[in-house]
């Protein structure tokens, strides 16, 4: 398990088709065998990982992974 990944075992997973571009595909791949991750799982790494940095989705057990507090509106 790399840093800030979580195993998640309870929760039901979503099943959806997405399409991505061969050469996108082809990235993401390699970017997954680099890191000994599938396809698959490294889209729900980035996916995770993102909307945690925007602070958009908060879960237990994501100590040591930086979130940015979500942009506030200015009061005028």
């Given at each position: 398990?790399?840093?800030g990944?979580i195993?998640?075992?309870?929760m039901?997973?979503k099943?959806f088709?997405?399409?991505?571009?061969?050469?996108?595909?082809?990235a993401?791949?390699?970017?997954?065998?680099d890191?000994?991750?599938?396809?698959?799982?490294?889209?729900?790494?980035?996916?995770?990982?993102?909307l945690k940095?925007?602070?958009?989705?908060?879960?237990?057990?994501?100590?040591?992974l930086?979130?940015q507090p979500p942009?506030?509106?200015?009061?005028?």
């Amino acid at each position: 398990m790399k840093g800030g990944e979580i195993l998640n075992q309870t929760m039901p997973k979503k099943k959806f088709v997405l399409r991505l571009d061969d050469d996108v595909y082809d990235a993401l791949e390699k970017w997954a065998a680099d890191e000994f991750r599938s396809a698959n799982g490294q889209i729900e790494w980035i996916l995770t990982h993102q909307l945690k940095l925007n602070g958009r989705y908060k879960q237990l057990g994501t100590k040591g992974l930086k979130e940015q507090p979500p942009a506030k509106e200015n009061d005028q």
